[in-house]
T-cell receptor
Framework: NAGVTQTPKFRILKIGQSMTLQCTQD?????MYWYRQDPGMGLKLIYY???????DKGEVPNGYNVSRSTTEDFPLRLELAAPSQTSVYFC?????????FGPGTRLTVL | GESVGLHLPTLSVQEGDNSIINCAYS??????FIWYKQESGKGPQFIID?????DKRQGQRVTVLLNKTVKHLSLQIAATQPGDSAVYFC???????????FGAGTTVTVRA
């Protein structure tokens, strides 16, 4: 099993550009999550999903959108990139409590 | 503010010594706690977890202790090795819906 995979690993965006961060898991987990991690800080929940077709906001959802059309995929969309969205983004999945994380996407908005 | 946090942002440990990393929480209704290890440039990696009906749980070289009276969680690493150098996060499930709330992390540095 590959676990949780994320693409791309790195990306630089200009202000106002849009992009989609991809996340795929092969563990057949129902729950999936998107976090952002700012330097020296813990993880903040952006959005989560309890199953295909169901998504909900976390602590810091502004500026982001998600969709969950399949169990495996949970893409995160940034529509109008802002410097405040410079961060490392982690996707995770779980069957119950224990969440398993991907390697992250490092995003810089200039 | 954060209800899950670590007492110290950094910890320096001599190789071979035991490490103790502490974490406080404020929500007495939290029923699940978990420790993650994050190496530089990588995603958090599961170490060990514990439910609120337990006081102690042991893994390979790691032990988690839960003191519900004072709302305190600790991670003990036995015989600390250079590969244990990383940032350690505690997290709690506050709402019984599988969402975790994370503390800011403790950076552990192992001295040779």
């Amino acid at each position: 099993n590959a676990g949780v995979t994320q693409t791309p690993k790195f990306r630089i965006l200009k202000i106002g550009q849009s992009m989609t961060l991809q996340c795929t898991q092969d563990m057949n987990h129902n729950y999936m999550y998107w976090y952002r991690q700012d330097p020296g800080m813990g993880l903040k929940l952006i959005y989560y999903s309890v199953g295909a077709g169901i998504t909900d906001k976390g602590e810091v959802p502004n500026g982001y959108n998600v969709s969950r059309s399949t169990t495996e995929d949970f893409p995160l969309r940034l529509e109008l990139a802002a410097p405040s969205q410079t961060s490392v983004y982690f996707c995770a999945s779980s069957e119950l409590d224990t969440q398993y994380f991907g390697p992250g996407t490092r995003l810089t908005v200039l | 503010g954060e209800s899950v946090g670590l007492h110290l942002p950094t910890l320096s440990v001599q190789e071979g010594d035991n490490s103790i990393i502490n974490c406080a929480y404020s929500n007495s209704a939290s029923d699940y706690f978990i420790w993650y290890k994050q190496e530089s440039g990588k995603g958090p990696q599961f170490i060990i977890d514990i439910r609120s009906n337990m006081d102690k749980r042991q893994g390979q070289r790691v032990t988690v202790l839960l003191n519900k009276t004072v709302k305190h969680l600790s991670l003990q690493i036995a015989a600390t090795q250079p590969g244990d150098s990383a940032v350690y996060f505690c997290a709690e499930n506050r709402s019984n819906d599988y969402k975790l709330s994370f503390g800011a992390g403790t950076t552990v540095t192992v001295r040779a």
